[in-house]
């Protein structure tokens, strides 16, 4: 009888260790920061295979490094060229994370549609940088 106390003991610290394990462990994809109200700016350039993406819409989603499941954004920007470098901008951001999706038309492929996302994380405030979005034709 001792020993199958002394086992049903162990068992019973095995398990509340594990219990206790899994219930304090944080979340691997905590999201933080990202919005409007800040001092920072990225500059979004779409491309294809090397080459500019003249027509493209921008979306940002504010908060996570992933899609949003709804499909609904912040915010959108259109690009503008910028001598010959297609642009779309996003001004007065906050450090943390953000998800950027591009989709438009490159006239030079066969379909000309194209679309591409990428998650992207400002570090600090007064941070600004230009990003080259990546599309793919669809």
Request: hydrophobic fraction near 30%; glycine fraction near 12%.
């Amino acid at each position: 009888m001792h020993l199958s106390r002394l086992l049903f003991t162990s068992l019973s610290c095995a398990a509340a260790l594990v219990l206790l394990a899994i219930g304090c462990k944080k979340p691997g994809n905590t999201v933080t920061g990202g919005g409007k109200g800040g001092h920072s700016a990225i500059y979004i350039t779409p491309e294809h295979h090397g080459l500019f993406v003249d027509s493209c819409t921008i979306y940002i989603k504010y908060g996570t490094n992933d899609a949003p499941a709804s499909g609904v954004y912040d915010d959108s920007s259109r690009c503008i060229l910028a001598d010959t470098t297609p642009i779309a901008a996003f001004t007065g951001l906050t450090a943390g994370q953000y998800y950027l999706y591009g989709n438009g038309y490159h006239t030079g492929y066969s379909p000309p549609q194209v679309r591409g996302g990428i998650p992207y994380t400002i570090s600090k405030d007064y941070d600004t940088t230009s990003v080259y979005l990546p599309t793919y034709t669809y």
